[in-house]
């Protein structure tokens, strides 16, 4: 049954089918949601006053993928309720804001025109012709005709293309990226032609997750204990009041039943382990967790280099029994049908964790795990149990994160590079509470300038060199030295997202990290004061800051 989502409901896009199944989703959705708006507004109207729609009616569109919408709402507006072009661009400008969830531009959708035109003829004629008028709007506002060219909806020549994120920021009202580090690269680089020009557009919303789930629901021990420092349960619909914990930080007592509970949600979440995948987790050892969609940028690949160096490192006897930190490693990822890289990845994964849990040579001082078909219930039962997380993607590529925040609502401390959301956490909750690494975007931007060579990193860090052999070498493919070279080969050749660059400093911290592990008192501490400083990062908030600056109405009842 779980086969049959993926290859209908949502189709491997590598195929010509494949795409065209999802514009006609696409379609479908946004089509079905402008007739309901309509229904819903106008009721039993039958010549409906359509614009008033914006005073009540508004999209956001949650990334380019309803981004059809726009020519959509163009045509009903047109052709079923008689308005002029004018009038329905006027409605349908105010109607729309766009909401960019990624950097990396191979997300931004882009369609060739052909393929538009098949399906929905009547739509690609209404999308050239916002490109028409939008050419000749920017004619009057710039004389950089180069500028233009780029900016062009629809691409000029043979085979032209339609780039939805574009006609999004076009077509609406306002632009938003999703953490505050995002909304500035968003204007600095992915869409600086279009904030040069319509600036005014450009807003940021730093994401956030719901309290009701991600606290009260998943870690109902951690709930009671925040409701008795603060003594009121309030704080689960004013999330800013988790700060009201900050003073009891400094109270052993109060830190050492903080501490209690990540214990207790430890136990529980090896009992759920044995329950649902017959792991065998032991709860005294450290919970290091990486969660969250398998995809090159956010550097999985980093980890399980990371953990075969240290796996390396106990076998050969490198650190000393005394000096080993026992620690669990829990991945949890599912990657896109056609991603190969990423499937790879969850193969090697997988793999290691095979080899290093049957090794009695690393009994009871390392362990590796993959529950399968990772999913919010398996991370409702792991994000309370987590002592640490990685959020380790290459700066500069992950939008926001929201595993990030839930992982710092719960208790656990984080490693991470200085990325999305990972930026306001580690402001709001204090750099001596973040375990930071890695390069920076000025960083990486300057190394792919210079011209990035990964094979160097590997001649220069033995740790490195070494994980590395061991994948080409057939240590996890039972010898096969083919299985892997895919992965062994971009490593070592093109690492596009910098993982070999950044592997000596996220080894380097481990130490760091391990020195406070082992001041449990100092960890929890720290870990509090996690929780008590991350309240900006309740959905809440956002919701809040989307219904002050963009919808730009109050809340219900104000
Ligand atoms: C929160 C969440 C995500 C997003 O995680 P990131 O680490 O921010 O990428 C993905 N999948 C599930 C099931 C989640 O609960």
């Known amino acids: 049954a779980a086969e049959n989502i993926s290859k209908i409901l949502y189709p491997e896009d590598s195929t010509p089918q494949g795409k065209a199944l999802r514009l006609e989703q696409q379609y479908f959705f946004v089509a079905a949601s402008i007739q309901d708006a309509i229904r819903v507004f106008y009721p039993g109207e039958e010549n409906p006053d359509l614009t008033t729609f914006p005073s009540k009616i508004c999209f956001q569109l949650n990334d380019t993928h309803p981004v059809i919408g726009i020519p959509e709402l163009m045509r009903v507006l047109i052709d079923e309720y008689?308005?002029?072009?004018?009038?329905?661009?006027?409605?349908?400008?105010?109607?729309?804001?766009?909401t960019c969830h990624t950097l990396l531009p191979e997300a931004l959708e882009v369609w060739p025109a052909k393929l538009i035109g098949e399906l929905l003829p009547r739509h690609l004629e209404i999308i050239n012709k916002i490109n028409e008028q939008?050419?000749?709007?920017?004619g009057t506002k710039t004389s950089d005709s180069a500028k233009i060219d780029r900016m062009r909806i629809v691409t000029d020549g043979e085979d032209p293309q339609v780039h939805m994120a574009y006609l999004a920021t076009y077509g609406?009202?306002?632009?938003?990226?999703?953490?505050?580090l995002h909304s500035q690269l968003l204007k600095d680089v992915t869409l600086r032609d279009f904030s040069d020009v319509y600036g005014d557009k450009f807003t940021n919303v730093t994401n956030g997750v719901t309290p009701r789930r991600f606290i009260r629901i998943a870690n109902p021990r951690l709930s009671a204990l925040i409701t008795e420092g603060l003594g009121t349960d309030r704080w689960l619909s004013d999330l800013d009041m988790l700060e009201g914990l900050v003073p009891l930080a400094k109270d052993d007592e109060f830190v050492k039943k903080f501490a209690a509970v990540k214990q207790a949600n430890k136990v529980a979440f090896s009992n759920y382990a044995k329950r649902e995948y017959d792991f065998d987790i032991d709860p005294n050892t450290m919970v290091n967790s990486m969660i969250k969609r398998l995809h090159e940028y956010k550097r999985q690949s980093l980890k399980i280099l990371s953990v075969i160096s240290q796996y390396a490192d106990i076998k050969s006897g490198k650190v000393s029994a005394d000096d080993i930190l026992p620690?669990?490693?829990?991945?949890?990822?599912?990657?896109?049908p056609g991603y190969k890289m990423?499937?790879?990845t969850i193969q090697l994964i997988n793999n290691v964790a095979r080899v290093v849990n049957n090794d009695p040579d690393v009994k009871g001082k390392l362990a590796v795990y993959y529950p399968w078909n990772y999913n919010i219930r398996l991370a409702q039962h792991l994000i309370p149990a987590t002592d640490l997380d990685e959020q380790i993607s290459q700066a500069g590529k992950?939008?926001?994160?929201t595993g990030n925040m839930k992982f710092a609502l719960n208790g656990?401390?984080?490693?991470?590079?200085?990325?999305?959301?990972?930026?306001?956490?580690?402001?709001?909750?204090?750099?001596?509470?973040?375990?930071?690494?890695?390069?920076?975007?000025?960083e990486v931007e300057a190394l792919y300038a210079k011209g990035y060579e990964p094979k160097s990193y590997y001649e220069a860090?033995?740790?490195?060199?070494?994980?590395?052999?061991?994948?080409?070498?057939?240590?996890?493919s039972e010898g096969d030295k083919g299985l892997y070279e895919p992965l062994v080969t971009d490593w070592l050749n093109k690492d596009y997202f910098m993982t070999l660059a950044d592997f000596s400093a996220y080894m380097d911290i481990q130490g760091e990290i391990e020195t406070l592990y082992r001041e449990p008192l100092e960890w929890s501490r720290k870990a509090l004061l996690n929780v008590a400083n991350s309240g900006f990062f309740s959905s809440d908030r956002a919701i809040d800051d989307y219904l002050r600056d963009i919808w730009e109405t109050g809340p219900l009842g104000e």
């Open 412 to 442: 656990a401390m984080t490693v991470g590079t200085l990325d999305g959301a990972n930026v306001e956490i580690r402001e709001r909750v204090g750099a001596e509470n973040f375990f930071l690494f890695g390069m920076t975007v000025d």
């Open 327 to 336: 620690r669990t490693v829990v991945f949890g990822a599912k990657a896109a």
């Open 172 to 180: 609406g009202s306002h632009v938003n990226g999703v953490a505050a």
């Open 82 to 98: 008689g308005y002029d072009w004018d009038t329905a661009w006027s409605i349908t400008n105010k109607s729309f804001n766009y």
């Open 134 to 138: 939008f050419v000749a709007e920017l």
């Open 461 to 476: 860090d033995p740790r490195l060199k070494q994980a590395v052999d061991m994948v080409a070498g057939g240590t996890f």
């Open 398 to 401: 992950e939008a926001s994160g």
């Open 342 to 344: 990423a499937k790879l």
